[in-house]
T-cell receptor, first 117, second 111 residues
Framework: GAVVSQHPSWVICKSGTSVKIECRSL??????MFWYRQFPKQSLMLMAT?????????EQGVEKDKFLINHASLTLSTLTVTSAHPEDSSFYIC?????????????FGPGTRLTVT | DAKTTQPNSMESNEEEPVHLPCNHS???????IHWYRQLPSQGPEYVIH???SNVNNRMASLAIAEDRKSSTLILHRATLRDAAVYYC????????????FGKGTHLIIQP
């Protein structure tokens, strides 16, 4: 399967600061990617969908001004958590797919654990 | 996408086959059945997916009922590394939709 990397793997930041998370697809180019977050002992929840060259589409309840997504290329996307607060502490995971239909699988990054103090 | 129902947890012994069930009685004709698994503190890993016919790959097999209202993920010979949460997800895609994860099945492998 495809290889996806995320950086950093974990980060601790102070409340009010911003944090940038990178997601790279290492061995294939994909037009569509997704950002998910996972709170402790819960399942993954989709935050936003991003297509290269277009603005990201955010799920209901996810603040687009707080979670800035930049889909820079077919292999790189970044998620910036602005003015982070302790309730933003979570496991953030990206995934890539080479197609937007059910016949295509998604490849996930290893995740980034964000702790806001 | 339609909803799936999975047991909360299952337990199996190492080196034995494991059958993980998934019910999806409201599946639509365009829904593919996807399986992903997540090891602790890691991102999910793609396992297998199918539409109507049974599927095999190096990781597992997917058996799909004739009416497509249920499916079973089969791990032919479980190892300790297979201990994870397994998610059965219906996905038709076709737009801005990512995957909708349920609670999944927590598979415990006993040595």
């Amino acid at each position: 399967g495809a290889v996806v990397s995320q950086h950093p793997s974990w980060v601790i930041c102070k409340s009010g600061t911003s944090v940038k998370i990178e997601c790279r697809s290492l061995d294939f180019q994909a037009t569509t990617m997704f950002w998910y977050r996972q709170f402790p002992k819960q399942s993954l929840m989709l935050m936003a969908t991003s297509n290269e060259g277009s603005k990201a589409t955010y799920e209901q309840g996810v603040e687009k001004d707080k979670f800035l997504i930049n889909h820079a290329s077919l292999t790189l996307s970044t998620l910036t958590v602005t003015s982070a607060h302790p309730e933003d502490s979570s496991f953030y995971i990206c995934s890539w797919t080479s197609g937007r239909w059910g016949s295509y699988e998604q490849y996930f990054g290893p995740g980034t654990r964000l702790t806001v103090t | 996408d339609a909803k799936t129902t999975q047991p909360n947890s299952m337990e199996s012994n190492e080196e034995e086959p494991v059958h993980l069930p998934c019910n999806h009685s409201t599946i639509s004709g365009t829904d593919y059945i996807h399986w992903y698994r997540q090891l602790p503190s890691q991102g999910p890993e793609y396992v297998i997916h199918g539409l109507t016919s049974n599927v095999n790959n190096r990781m597992a097999s997917l058996a799909i009922a004739e009416d497509r209202k249920s499916s079973t993920l089969i791990l032919h010979r479980a190892t300790l590394r297979d201990a994870a949460v397994y998610y059965c997800i219906l996905y038709s895609g076709g737009g801005a939709d990512g995957l909708t994860f349920g609670k999944g099945t927590h598979l415990i492998i006993q040595p």
